[in-house]
């Protein structure tokens, strides 16, 4: 545990000449100083203390845009060759430790004495009222991330943070795939087109109509399916397209079974994917018609009989070769009822019953050929002319044989022109089934590796989501005792102060719960007059959202800084009222018994309020005034003890502190003395400056006083002369409350008081006609501060002690 | 430079143990944080994912989330 004994400052920022503030009894301080008169120097000369760098955090290290360096450290009216420091001194457990740090524009670092200081400022103890409030206006997660820096716990924040960047960016991941599923989920549906709209009937029946169409089948409407088709208008020539139907119609009762249900690309894509192989069934059975039978049949004739038969057997006459094989088909037919003619014609004796058979033969050859018209679709009507142009033409005997091959000929011309339109339709028909089914099918590829993807990716969110959850546990584990107690004290200072409320308002800090999405946070949340939950700026008045700011702040403090229970208040009433002001300095002075507070205001009422909180227990508390500001000298306090009497009676008493009693009343007066006749110590080693200060100040107000008298008074007057001696050589008991007085040789309290009674006399000695004894260095004189006469050093038996 | 592994630490230990009444004000991190490097897998967080963590969450340098990612993304789009 470290306590504050004294701390001074000499030539930093408004105190151009030494000044020394003590904490009597482990004690507190109060001051007061009006705006400019060295206020904040003092909380300066704190957080210059425990800088890591030797500077404050709004004057930075160097000059930039926003910051001035270290150089208004040191007070602008030193002369070049002084330099500004800020001493203090502390107990760490036992052990006394008294160091100094040079405020240099070069910062020497950390002097190592001050190091346990240093380490035990955990968190910023240093107060000020413009900067209060931010904690309370930081969002969840800063708050969250300034504790963890007091719990020493940054590095396990950062770990909660990245885990969660983790975490979005497998969320971002998440979102790209769901978009690229969303995006193929519109491609399989366009994909697939009459699959996927197989819900709406008009597009099933045309995309129906579409597939049954080269077998010249046309549906008008879906109860066709439904209801069998047995109503369905289908000429005998079409048996096999009949067939194709049927085939169609069990597909499609098929596929409606399986997309009945959530449309998914699955379900979309897997029946295509099947239907692939029916649809090519399909278009093959739909292109299976009796043309190709005839192509084949007049294939194998072609190869059979090319150069075997180059005449007509019948009458001899030459024809050529054929030009397409469909005709072949027919001529292979007609060479049969050729040759059935050639028969009849060896038989030529008995013309009447070759008649007979050629008619028949003939007949059988035309109903053969009229079946494979029929078959090739081509028109009945024409079938009707040629089979009547035949018959008429094997009426006509053997020798109508080659018109009736000319004409056959013909024919076989119109069924390959038929054929070959056939053909190229169903063709395209087919291909495009086909690479529409293989486009659905690479989208059912695409589909099954962004599942595997998303497969792996949850995998990996799963496995994040069970370290965060694992890690957050871990971590939370260490906040929560540190929120709850800072908590607790904030509700009771809150209160506290705040008891005068028309509307209380209830105060809660909680860390957000390990299991929330986000638990790196820590809530300051009030219940306003039955209004849960809210945040303060909510409902909260200026004044209230202060005391709530001042309270966590005090309490953060007090959390951390067990081994240095120490807090610097600059100006942080401003914003109150009266009653605030009031309830505020009660509990200041009641709540904070264990802590030393050094209370820096401005404000008069806040002030008087402070004090008369104290005077019960003011033996811990020194309570100081600043009275006017010199920019040469610095602050003028005004102390309001120890006086004489108190010093007298501790020494009297034997009390252990008499020493450092006599000599801040020394001080006291030697300092505003020093001030007002001008004289101005110089600092010749800043670490020991106590011992410095003194004597030298004594010897300048000597020197400075030698043409108000004291040069005449030291010459004439032996007791003049003996007190000046006696106070040269008393010097040495300031060492009294910063050493081992017995190790020391350091005075007893018989030297001390007749060093005392020394200074009371010396002191007596610069009078003015009124018997004020407080003088102000004015037109270069110095002359008293109520009467105006000039000062003057009166002999030693004229002198008495001022009131 | 690798950081030298401390061995684990049990939890009850990670408190300042100089603090006045014993209640922890600040943490051991170190000690923690090794202490959570090693339990992922214990913690049921699947091997793959657990080695990535311990050689980027848990490694050091400012880019670990990034470097992680860059691992993971790895595993997500298979591509060994």
């Known amino acids: 545990m470290i306590r504050l004994k004294a701390v001074a400052l000499d030539g930093f920022r408004g105190y151009p000449q030494p000044a020394t503030f003590e904490f009597p009894k482990d004690g507190s301080l109060l001051l007061f100083a009006r705006n400019g008169h060295g206020k904040s120097s003092l909380s300066d000369a704190f957080e210059f203390l425990v800088s890591r760098d030797g500077t404050l955090e709004r004057l930075g290290l160097k000059k930039g845009p926003t910051t001035s360096g270290r150089a208004p450290l040191r007070n602008s009216t030193l002369p070049e060759d002084h330099s500004a420091f800020v001493s203090v001194s502390f107990e760490d457990g036992q052990?006394?430790?008294?160091?100094?740090?040079?405020?240099?524009?070069?910062?020497?670092?950390?002097?190592?004495?001050?190091?346990?200081?240093?380490?035990?400022?955990?968190?910023?103890?240093?107060?000020?009222?413009?900067?209060?409030?931010?904690?309370?206006?930081?969002?969840?997660?800063?708050?969250?991330?300034?504790?963890?820096?007091?719990?020493?716990?940054?590095?396990?924040?950062?770990?909660?943070?990245?885990?969660?960047?983790?975490?979005?960016?497998?969320?971002?991941?998440?979102?790209?795939?769901?978009?690229?599923?969303?995006?193929?989920?519109?491609?399989?549906?366009?994909?697939?087109?009459?699959?996927?709209?197989?819900?709406?009937?008009?597009?099933?029946?045309?995309?129906?109509?579409?597939?049954?169409?080269?077998?010249?089948?046309?549906?008008?409407?879906?109860?066709?399916?439904?209801?069998?088709?047995?109503?369905?208008?289908?000429?005998?020539?079409?048996e096999r397209s009949t067939s194709a139907l049927e085939f169609a119609r069990t597909e499609l009762s098929r596929l409606l079974e399986r997309i009945d249900g959530t449309p998914t690309v699955e379900t979309w894509l897997a029946p295509v994917a099947e239907a692939r192989g029916g649809v090519v069934t399909l278009g093959a059975r739909i292109v299976e018609t009796p043309v190709s039978d005839l192509m084949d049949a007049a294939s194998q004739y072609l190869s059979d009989s090319q150069n075997a038969v180059s005449e007509c057997p019948l009458c001899g006459t030459e024809y050529g070769n054929t030009e397409v094989g469909s005709r072949e088909g027919v001529v292979g037919r007609i060479n049969s009822a050729r040759d059935a003619l050639a028969g009849l014609r060896s038989a030529v004796e008995v013309q009447k019953a070759a008649e007979v058979e050629l008619e028949r033969l003939g007949a059988e050859a035309i109903s053969t050929l009229v079946r494979s018209l029929s078959l090739a679709q081509v028109d009945s009507q024409r079938i009707v002319d040629i089979e009547s142009s035949l018959r008429s033409v094997l009426q006509g005997g053997a020798r109508h044989m080659s018109v009736f091959e000319e004409r056959a000929t013909r024919l076989i011309d119109d069924l390959d022109e038929v054929r070959r339109s056939r053909t190229a339709s169903q063709g395209m028909l087919y291909g495009r089934l086909l690479a529409h089914a293989d486009a659905c099918i690479n989208l059912l590829e695409q589909k099954r590796q962004l599942d595997e993807r998303v497969r792996r990716r949850t995998q990996v969110q799963s496995d994040i989501a069970i370290a965060r959850k694992y890690i957050d546990n871990r971590v939370h584990g260490f906040f929560t005792d540190t929120v709850d107690a800072i908590s607790k004290r904030t509700i009771e200072f809150y209160e506290a102060v705040q008891k005068h409320s028309r509307v209380p308002a209830r105060v809660s800090v909680e860390l957000t719960p390990a299991e929330n999405e986000d638990a790196r946070g820590i809530e300051i949340l009030i219940d306003f007059d039955g209004n849960p939950g809210m945040k303060p700026q909510a409902y909260l008045s200026d004044s209230q959202q202060h005391t709530l700011a001042l309270g966590l702040r005090l309490a953060i403090i007090r959390h951390f800084n067990r081994h240095l229970p120490l807090v610097v208040l600059d100006d942080v009433v401003t914003s109150y009222d009266a009653e605030t002001r009031n309830t505020t300095a009660k509990v200041l002075t009641s709540l904070f018994q264990d802590v030393q507070l050094i209370v820096l205001t401005h404000d008069d009422t806040f002030w008087r309020y402070m004090r008369t909180g104290l005077k019960p227990k003011q033996a811990n508390w020194k309570v100081r005034r600043v009275k006017n500001y010199d920019l040469r000298f610095g602050p003028e306090f005004i102390d309001t003890k120890p006086d004489q009497d108190i010093v007298r009676d501790a020494i009297k008493s034997g009390d252990e502190s008499a020493g450092s009693q006599a000599r801040r009343f020394y001080e006291r007066w030697l300092h505003p003395m020093a001030r007002a006749v001008g004289a101005r110590p110089l600092m010749p080693n800043a670490l020991d400056p106590y011992e410095y200060t003194n004597r030298d100040l004594l010897e300048s107000i000597i020197t400075a006083t030698a043409d108000y008298g004291m040069k005449p008074r030291l010459k004439n007057d032996a007791t003049v002369r003996q007190i000046v001696e006696e106070l040269r050589d008393s010097v040495v008991f300031n060492k009294s409350t910063h050493g081992d007085d017995s190790q020391d040789g350091d005075p007893s309290i018989g030297d001390i008081e007749d060093a005392f009674e020394s200074l009371l006399t010396f002191i007596a000695l610069f009078r003015c006609g009124c018997s004020e004894a407080i003088f102000r260095y004015a037109s270069n004189e110095v002359r008293c501060n109520k009467c105006g006469q000039r000062l003057q050093v009166l002999p030693s038996s004229a002198t008495s002690i001022p009131a | 430079m690798k950081e030298a592994e401390p061995p684990l630490i049990p939890p009850s230990q990670h408190a300042d143990a100089s603090s006045a009444d014993g209640t922890p004000t600040q943490i051991d991190a170190t000690a923690v944080f090794y202490e959570l490097k090693n339990g992922l897998q214990v913690a049921g967080v699947g091997e793959g994912v657990a080695a990535i963590m311990r050689e980027t969450v848990f490694g050091d340098g400012t880019k670990r989330w990034a470097q992680t990612m860059e691992r993971l993304r790895s595993v997500i789009e298979d591509d060994s």
């Open chain 1, 95 to 238: 052990t006394p430790v008294q160091v100094v740090r040079e405020a240099a524009e070069t910062s020497a670092g950390i002097p190592e004495a001050l190091q346990p200081f240093v380490s035990a400022a955990v968190v910023p103890f240093i107060v000020r009222g413009p900067e209060l409030r931010a904690f309370v206006y930081q969002t969840p997660v800063q708050r969250y991330d300034e504790l963890a820096r007091y719990l020493n716990a940054s590095r396990l924040s950062k770990l909660q943070s990245d885990v969660r960047q983790i975490q979005r960016e497998l969320n971002k991941d998440e979102r790209l795939t769901a978009n690229a599923m969303k995006k193929l989920h519109a491609e399989a549906q366009a994909m697939t087109g009459g699959f996927a709209k197989t819900c709406e009937k008009t597009p099933l029946l045309s995309w129906l109509n579409e597939k049954l169409a080269p077998a010249s089948i046309r549906m008008n409407d879906l109860s066709d399916v439904d209801d069998g088709y047995g109503e369905l208008r289908l000429s005998e020539a079409n």
